[in-house]
Antibody, heavy 118, light 107 residues
């Protein structure tokens, strides 16, 4: 069965960086892409960007350009999302989600809480 | 970016009710719309894509309709496990965007 398993919760200080992992199993990793979506406490869903697991191409939300990097390791079927220069409003649950061709998401990771606090 | 207006933001209903949730776009998106269900502390789950195609494993009491700018999610007979928050999402244009959510609570 398809599974996306994310790394554990993180607490970071403002200005620091965080790197969240998302390990895929149950399907051919390079046949799908991975998007990252975040959700601030009590708020809605915000799409952050996508990465093709086939060729590593990426596309990021404009507001995160320059602060976010998405990568994959096809040898371990793992996707990564690194967010730099963290601010308090980056506090959120970060989800990885699988997409095939169009950008809707059929499987999601369990979420990783990132707390940014001094 | 395409703006999405989801309504209502809060819906109070009873088990067995028929409920409808609306999602309106700022511009036409053909049928490139998905619906998700999210329960507290859990990741969203895909219910419907292409406006009306039921994702595998989703109960048939869920249905979607619409095209262009106006879309609807209908739950024909609300069950206890359906009390959750629902989001629409357009994937017609970049960036993909989500509606603000509709929380379905017990009346």
């Amino acid at each position: 069965q398809v599974q996306l398993v994310q790394s554990g919760a993180e607490v970071k200080k403002p200005g620091a960086s965080v790197k969240v992992s998302c390990k895929a199993s149950g399907y051919t990793f390079t046949s799908y892409g991975i998007s990252w979506v975040r959700q601030a406490p009590g708020q809605g869903l915000e799409w952050m960007g996508w990465i093709s697991a086939y060729n590593g191409n990426t596309n990021y939300a404009q507001k995160l350009q320059g602060r976010v990097t998405m990568t994959t390791d096809t040898s371990t079927s793992t996707a990564y999302m690194e967010l730099r220069s963290l601010r308090s409003d980056d506090t959120a649950v970060y989800y990885c989600a699988r997409y095939f061709d169009w950008l809707f998401f059929d499987y999601w990771g369990q979420g990783t809480l990132v707390t940014v606090s001094s | 970016a395409i703006w999405m207006t989801q309504s209502p933001s809060l819906l109070s209903a009873s088990t067995g009710d028929r409920v409808t949730i609306s999602c309106r776009m700022s511009q036409g998106i053909s049928s490139y719309l998905a619906w998700y269900q999210q329960k507290p502390g859990k990741a969203p789950e895909l219910l419907i894509y292409a406006a009306s195609t039921l994702q595998s494993g989703v109960p048939s009491r869920f249905s979607g309709s619409g095209s262009g700018t106006d879309f609807t999610l209908t739950i024909s007979c609300l069950q206890s496990e359906d009390f959750a928050t629902y989001y629409c999402q357009q994937y017609y244009s970049f960036p993909p965007t989500f509606g603000g959510g509709t929380k379905v609570e017990i009346k």
